[in-house]
């Protein structure tokens, strides 16, 4: 045998203890956020607190009293995989104890390496029991044992708590997240962070400020999610804590002058942005033929509602619902609905409409090459271009010229699929994720992105832009994606 093999081999063994488990993708690319409600353990350092939760570890920064991003998923492991947390009194090093071993998190290169090393113990942090006593928050009720009772007689239990050392308690209730307490006062403050359930299922956008829903399949709690990016804060609008709003699966959201509009298999739920209050519902008493909300558009008053069935169209008040050309629409899944100008587009299952508001006119858009010949499920607009996707591909039209351009097997997907757009890319949902379609480069490409990139999932249910970010709502979370990464060879 060679005597230069054993050296090669053990040079090969050193090389993958010392490498990440899994690829990595350039820093910066991707960071999900999903539901953190279920926390497994508690680590903190001087500065900050980590919580290892069911959807992955997050981060309290108690000097800046913020929360930080999540940290990146170890490559290749679920998150509930991990078992318990560890960091040193300095913060320098971060362990984790999964099924499968430890393993170490680099900061600079943002992601975990496999270890042996046993993890340093802190000094300071000692585990602690559920208090006695604590002062709960107002509307909640705290009995002896860790049993926290909210407003609707929900109950919660506390199930893990780390005492910091210098007069705090941090503490995880099971379904309802990180809290705290300090040991002067114990009065209890719940610290809501990440989403209400981790299957986002639609996104509206205002000035940057996102609103997200998902389907109600998670146990715990269900309902819409506001996220403020620029604070990474989040607030919440329950569903199931009153007959007014019931849990169930949020299919469609439009955000309009401080109203949110809620289609879901029930209909429309209007409620007030601010206060989360229901303030009217559009169903079959109201006269919707047809309960299953698939699309949304508001112009003014009129609200135009696209359901497996068909088209309908609420002027002022509830009382005045109409369909919306029946003879054309009826039996039809009306997939997105997308106000341009004076014009209402619609993707249907027979394809793409543009609708003139106010008259009889309606007009059916295709293109030479038939890409648009049946399902059209989703319109976005990108300055004067209009994009549609089907289950051919994309087309391209400029809404002042008329000139279309086909795009044929862009993406493959047997479900209805997300769209977003701008000057530069298409994005679109597909079966291996998330294909974007590079349009602006003197030669078109395309490029798939999958969970080895960064994605949450590879399942995509909701696509929005937001300038250099695509907001990603996946079966696994919602992931905040740089898709122009400079430091990404595509």
Not at 245 to 260: H, M, S, Y
Request: aromatic share 12%; net charge negative; proline share 5%.
């Amino acid at each position: 045998m060679n005597r230069r093999w054993p050296v090669l081999i053990l040079i090969a063994l050193s090389l993958t203890v010392a490498c990440p488990v899994g690829a990595l993708y350039p820093q910066g690319q991707a960071v999900t956020y999903s539901d953190y409600s279920y926390v497994r353990s508690i680590a903190a350092s001087m500065d900050r607190v980590f919580f290892a939760t069911t959807e992955g570890i997050i981060v309290y920064n108690q000097m800046e009293k913020t929360w930080e991003e999540p940290l990146p998923d170890i490559p290749g492991m679920d998150a509930d995989d991990i078992e318990q947390i560890w960091v040193d009194q300095f913060g320098v090093r971060l362990y984790a104890r999964t099924f499968s071993g430890m393993y170490l998190f680099d900061e600079a290169l943002e992601t975990w390496f496999p270890t042996n090393d046993q993890p340093e113990s802190n000094p300071v942090t000692s585990p602690a029991s559920a208090p006695t006593i604590l002062h709960a928050p107002p509307g909640f009720n705290y009995m002896s044992g860790g049993e926290l009772i909210d407003q609707h007689a929900r109950r919660w239990f506390i199930n893990d708590v780390l005492d910091d050392g210098s007069g705090m308690l941090w503490m995880g209730v099971w379904g309802y997240g990180p809290a705290r307490a300090r040991t002067g006062n114990l009065i209890l403050e719940l610290m809501p962070y990440g989403l209400l359930q981790r299957r986002v299922n639609a996104l509206a956008m205002d000035s940057g400020y996102l609103w997200i829903g998902g389907a109600a399949v998670d146990p715990g709690r269900t309902g819409i999610t506001g996220f403020d990016p620029d604070s990474g804060t989040f607030r919440y609008i329950e569903t199931g804590v009153g007959p007014e709003f019931p849990p169930v699966d949020i299919n469609v959201l439009k955000e309009e002058e401080g109203r949110l509009y809620v289609g879901t298999p029930n209909g429309v739920y209007i409620l007030d942005g601010e206060s989360g209050e229901v303030e009217r519902t559009i169903g079959r008493q109201q006269g919707l033929l047809d309960e299953n909300v698939l699309s949304l558009e508001v112009t003014g008053d009129t609200v135009y509602i696209g359901t497996s069935e068909g088209l309908s169209m609420v002027t002022g008040g509830i009382d005045s619902l109409g369909w919306v050309f029946p003879t054309t629409f009826t039996g039809q899944r009306i997939w997105d609905i997308e106000a341009v100008g004076e014009h209402l587009w619609v993707g249907a299952s027979s394809g793409a409409f543009r609708l003139t508001p106010g008259t009889a006119r309606l007009q059916r858009l295709t293109d030479d090459e038939s890409v648009l010949f049946s399902d059209v499920y989703d319109i976005e607009q990108a300055g004067k271009k209009l994009w549609f996707v089907s289950d051919a591909g994309l087309v391209e039209l400029d809404t002042e010229t008329a000139e279309m351009e086909s795009f044929h097997d862009i993406t493959q997907k047997i479900h209805p699929r997300a769209l977003a757009v701008n000057d530069s890319i298409a994005a679109v949902a597909s079966d291996k994720g998330l294909t974007i379609f590079f349009h602006s480069d003197e030669k078109p490409f395309k490029r798939e992105f999958t969970v080895d990139d960064g994605l949450a999932s590879n399942t995509v249910y909701s696509l929005i832009m937001d300038g250099d970010f695509l907001w990603i709502g996946t079966d696994r979370g919602l992931t905040r994606f740089l898709w122009n990464n400079p430091e990404r060879v595509d």
